[in-house]
C-alpha cells in the first residue's frame, strides 16, 4: 500500500516537473534563468537586450510624435495664383502721340504664384490661412496629406488682421481641434506645421518644428496696412511658406496662425528664433464673422486726432518713459467728444491693450466693432483716470 503511494506521489511530481519544463521552454529567453545567491531572478544578455529596445522604442513615441500624427492630416498645403497690376514707369514720359504707339500701355498686369500653409477646421471644407497668401488669389489648389488636390475659393478675407477664409467642395474631411488662446503659457511646448518653401509638395506631408511660447501679447509694427496685435511670440522655427499653418500645444489644439518671422537682415528668410502667430480667439472671432458677412465692419470714427509721444513730449509732462499718444484734437459730436475726452489727454491703455505710439492704437482700434464700449486709460493733469467711449459713426 506504502509502495503504491510512493508510485502515485513520484508520477505527481513527475508530472508537475513536465508542465515546469514546458512553462519554460514555451517561454523562451522571456523567463529568468537564473537566480543570483540572494534569491533575485537576473537576466539573460537577450532579455536586457529587448528590455533596452523596448525603452528606446518607448522614449521616442513621446507626446510629440502623438501630437503630430494627431494633427497632421488636417494641415494643408496651399498654392495660388494672384494677377497683380504693375504700372509702367514711363508712362507719362511717352505719353506722346507718337511715343504712344511703341509704349501703348501705362499699365500691365502679370501673373504670380505662391504658396503657404493653412489648416481645416471643419470636417466640411473650412480652411483657415493667412490673407497675405491667399486674400488676392485669383485661383487657389489646396492639397491634402492624402495627395488629394482640391479647387478652393475665398469665403472672406480681413487684410488687417491678417485672416483669410477658404472653402473647398468636400465632406468628412479631418480638421483640427481649436484651443483657447487666452491660456497659453509663456515656456509650454508648441508645434509649428506646414509648408516652409514649398516641401509640402514632396510628400504630401507637413514640415515640423518643435519650441516654446517665448512671450504673449506682442503688439507689433504694421505691415502692409496689417496689424499685428496680441500676437504669440514662439521660437519654433517658422520659415518662408509657413505663413497660415497652425502652431498647436502638447494636447493637439491650435493656439495660433503661424504668420510672421524676424529675420537676420541681409536678405536672409531663414528663422533665427522669432516667430508670431495670430491668436486662435482671434481667428475664431474673426472667422465666424467672414462666414456670416465675408468681411469685417469697422464702420467707426473714434473722432480724435493724436500724436506719439517722444521724448520731448515725455520730457515736458514728466513722464517716465515716452509711451502712448498724446490728444491733439477732439472732433465736435463724436464718440471721443461724448466720453469726455481732452485736448492734452494721455492715452496709455485702450482696454487691455498696451498703448506704444499712434500705430499700435490705429491697430488696436481695428480689433473692435461699431456699437462697442472701449476703456480708455489715460493721464490727465499727471492723474491717471479711466473713460467709457462708445464707438459710433
Avoid at 157 to 177: F, G, H, M, N, Q
Wanted: charged share 20%; hydrophobic share 40%.
Amino acid at each position: 500500500m506504502t509502495s503504491d503511494k510512493n508510485r502515485i506521489l513520484i508520477i505527481v511530481s513527475l508530472a508537475v516537473l513536465a508542465v515546469v519544463i514546458i512553462i519554460i521552454v514555451r517561454s523562451g529567453d522571456h523567463a529568468p534563468l537564473f537566480v543570483s545567491s540572494d534569491g533575485h531572478y537576473s537576466l539573460t544578455a537577450m532579455q536586457q537586450k529587448e528590455l533596452n529596445n523596448s525603452e528606446i522604442a518607448n522614449s521616442r513615441n513621446n507626446i510629440i510624435t502623438e501630437t503630430v500624427k494627431k494633427v497632421s492630416t488636417a494641415v494643408v498645403g496651399i498654392n495660388v495664383t494672384e494677377i497683380r497690376q504693375y504700372r509702367n514707369p514711363f508712362g507719362s514720359f511717352f505719353d506722346d502721340p507718337f511715343f504712344r504707339q511703341f509704349f501703348n500701355n501705362r499699365s500691365y498686369s502679370e501673373k504670380v504664384k505662391g504658396l503657404g500653409s493653412g489648416f481645416l477646421i471643419s470636417p466640411d471644407g473650412y480652411i483657415v490661412t493667412n490673407d497675405h497668401v491667399a486674400g488676392n488669389a485669383t485661383e487657389i489648389t489646396v492639397t491634402l496629406t492624402n495627395a488629394k488636390h482640391y479647387n478652393a475659393k475665398v469665403v472672406g478675407t480681413d487684410p488687417v488682421t491678417d485672416i483669410c477664409l477658404l472653402k473647398v467642395d468636400a465632406s468628412d474631411l479631418p480638421y483640427e481641434i481649436l484651443g483657447n488662446s487666452d491660456d497659453v503659457m509663456i515656456g509650454e511646448w508648441v508645434i509649428a506645421l506646414g509648408n516652409p518653401f514649398g516641401l509640402f509638395e514632396v510628400n504630401d506631408k507637413p514640415t515640423v518644428t518643435v519650441g516654446v511660447i517665448s512671450s504673449t501679447g506682442m503688439n507689433l509694427e504694421p505691415i502692409n496696412n496689417r496689424y499685428y496685435i496680441n500676437m504669440l511670440q514662439t521660437d519654433a522655427a517658422i520659415n518662408a511658406g509657413n505663413s497660415g499653418g497652425p502652431l498647436v500645444n502638447s494636447e493637439g489644439e491650435v493656439i495660433g496662425m503661424n504668420t510672421l518671422i524676424f529675420t537676420g537682415g541681409s536678405g536672409s528668410q531663414g528663422s533665427i528664433g522669432l516667430g508670431f502667430a495670430i491668436p486662435i480667439n482671434k481667428i475664431k472671432e474673426i472667422v465666424s464673422e467672414l462666414k456670416d458677412k465675408g468681411k469685417i465692419d469697422r464702420d467707426f470714427d473714434p473722432g480724435m486726432r493724436i500724436q506719439s509721444i517722444d521724448e520731448q513730449i515725455a520730457d515736458y509732462y514728466k513722464l517716465d518713459e515716452a509711451r502712448g499718444v498724446i490728444i491733439t484734437q477732439i472732433l465736435p459730436d463724436s464718440p471721443a467728444k461724448k466720453a469726455g475726452l481732452k485736448v492734452g489727454d494721455i492715452i496709455l491703455q485702450v482696454d487691455k491693450y498696451r498703448i506704444n505710439d499712434d500705430q499700435t492704437i490705429v491697430g488696436v482700434f481695428e480689433e473692435f466693432r461699431k456699437g462697442q464700449t472701449v476703456s480708455l486709460h489715460i493721464l490727465r493733469d499727471d492723474k491717471p483716470i479711466t473713460v467709457q467711449m462708445k464707438l459710433e459713426n
